[in-house]
Nanobody
């Protein structure tokens, strides 16, 4: 099973940017599709973005399209989430997810990291 460790969260003002990282270990990184989810206080975890094993396919939630970009570096075993034009409603704990198929990642059925907190102040 792949192990995932997120980092890069923090406190930022509305309109600012953050880049999250998720480092993977334990399995061949290039064999996994990867994704990001988030969970706001009192709400269910929701899908944010996913990227295929090759990096050629990227899916985004409508709420983040045009503002967030998911990417991966197979040489560093890391997936990134570049978040621009942040809004207070982007606040939450951001989790990394990994599975062998992007559809599995998008459904939230893969392996999870421990999460990193993102707080956007107005």
């Amino acid at each position: 099973q792949v192990q995932l460790v997120e980092s890069g969260g923090g406190l930022v003002q509305a309109g600012g940017s953050l880049r999250l990282s998720c480092a993977a270990s334990g399995r061949t990184f290039s064999n996994y599709a990867l994704g990001w989810f988030r969970q706001a206080p009192g709400k269910e975890r929701e899908f944010v973005a996913a990227i295929s094993r090759s990096g050629n396919v990227r899916n985004y939630a409508n709420s983040v399209k045009g503002r967030f970009t998911i990417s991966r570096d197979n040489a560093k075993n890391t997936v990134y989430l570049q978040m621009n034009s942040l809004k207070p409603e982007d606040t939450g704990v951001y989790y990394c997810n990994a599975a062998q198929a992007i559809a599995t990642v998008t459904s939230g059925s893969g392996s999870w990291g421990q999460g990193t907190q993102v707080t956007v102040s107005s």
